[in-house]
């Protein structure tokens, strides 16, 4: 089927920035979505972005300004630059896809282990 690692985590101070990657291996026919979502303790997940195949774009509005969703379709890899982080970004980021694998008649959700990112001085 098709599996996602996400990587580029990490402790950041406010105001800082960090990159985080996703790259989706396995028996890929097809991506189509791809997004990045985030839960911190005590809420629920939450989507962060999210980039269609032909990259279009949307955002929640917490993040509008400072992060930016992107993918290079070559490398099957989504990415997510955070620009200006609060503490309040502090979360497990995970990735997610909407792909079809080879052999499947249908797509199907996936999603990454997650990665922690922590905001604090």
């Known amino acids: 089927q098709v599996q996602l690692v996400e990587s580029g985590g990490g402790l950041v101070q406010p105001g800082g920035s960090l990159r985080l990657s996703c790259a989706a291996s396995?028996?890929?026919?097809?991506?189509?979505?791809m997004a990045w979502y985030r839960q911190a303790p005590g809420k629920q997940r939450e989507l962060v972005a999210a980039i269609t195949s032909s990259s279009s774009t949307n955002y929640a509005d917490s993040v509008k300004g400072r992060f930016t969703i992107s993918r290079d379709n070559d490398k099957n890899t989504v990415y997510l630059q955070m620009n200006s982080l609060k503490p309040e970004d502090t979360a497990v980021y995970y990735c997610?896809?909407?792909?079809?694998?080879?052999?499947?008649?249908?797509?199907?959700?996936?999603w990454g282990q997650g990665t922690q990112v922590t905001v604090s001085s």
């Open positions: 997610n896809a909407d792909a079809k694998a080879t052999g499947f008649r249908m797509s199907t959700n996936y």
């Open positions: 396995g028996s890929i026919f097809r991506i189509n979505a």
